[in-house]
């Protein structure tokens, strides 16, 4: 029969992870994951609103061009 000295407990612990210690490393990266999720809707969100404001510029500035071209 294997038994373990304090010695033997020690490497292990040192060695290997426990449950516990993956669990609250997991926990964290699905926070820190969650968070990341919701800077980057924000960013999506500012980035197609930007996008809009951009387009509606642009084409404002076209109809002016060729309006002065034309003559207006």
């Known amino acids: 029969m294997l038994t373990l000295n304090e010695k033997d407990i020690e490497y292990l612990d040192m060695r ?3 449950i516990e210690d993956c669990d609250r490393d997991m926990n964290i990266a ?3 994951s969650a968070e990341l ?3 980057l809707a924000v960013i999506e969100h500012a980035q197609k609103v930007n996008n809009w404001l951009t387009a509606a510029i642009a084409g404002g500035i076209i109809a002016l061009v060729i309006k002065v ?3 207006g």
């Open 16 to 18: 290997y992870k426990k």
């Open 30 to 32: 699905t926070k820190f």
């Open 37 to 39: 999720d919701k800077r």
């Open 69 to 71: 071209f034309m003559g």
